[in-house]
Nanobody
């Protein structure tokens, strides 16, 4: 089992920045690929970013490319999502997810999920 806890959400004005963190416990963190997803009210959950196990290669949804950056710290068992130039359409609950030895690409079926953290961007 892997336990995931997100933090760092909040209310920010358009154009601002937030940094989300996801703390993992329960297994060797470096063996897990991580994903970030978001779900806005009335919408389906969507892929935001992925970071591969161990070396941390990344991929991003087109809607956030160039604005969001994901990184991992295997020594601290954390993965982060730096979000810059935020837009009102980025408002959602953000989730991190984990899968054993997953690549950092879209389309991964993650096994473990956090509880989510709310991000609200005001116009």
């Amino acid at each position: 089992q892997v336990q995931l806890v997100e933090s760092g959400g909040g209310l920010v004005q358009a154009g601002g920045s937030l940094r989300l963190s996801c703390a993992a416990s329960g297994r060797t963190f470096s063996n897990y690929g991580m994903g970030w997803f978001r779900q806005a009210p009335g919408k389906e959950r969507e892929f935001v970013a992925a970071i591969s196990w161990m070396v941390g290669s990344t991929s991003y949804a087109d809607s956030v490319k160039g604005r969001f950056t994901s990184s991992r710290n295997n020594a601290k068992n954390t993965v982060s999502l730096q979000m810059n130039s935020l837009k009102p359409e980025d408002t959602a609950v953000y989730y991190c997810a984990a899968k054993y030895r997953a690549p950092g690409v879209p389309g991964v079926a993650y096994d473990y999920w956090g509880q989510g953290t709310q991000v609200t961007v005001s116009s």
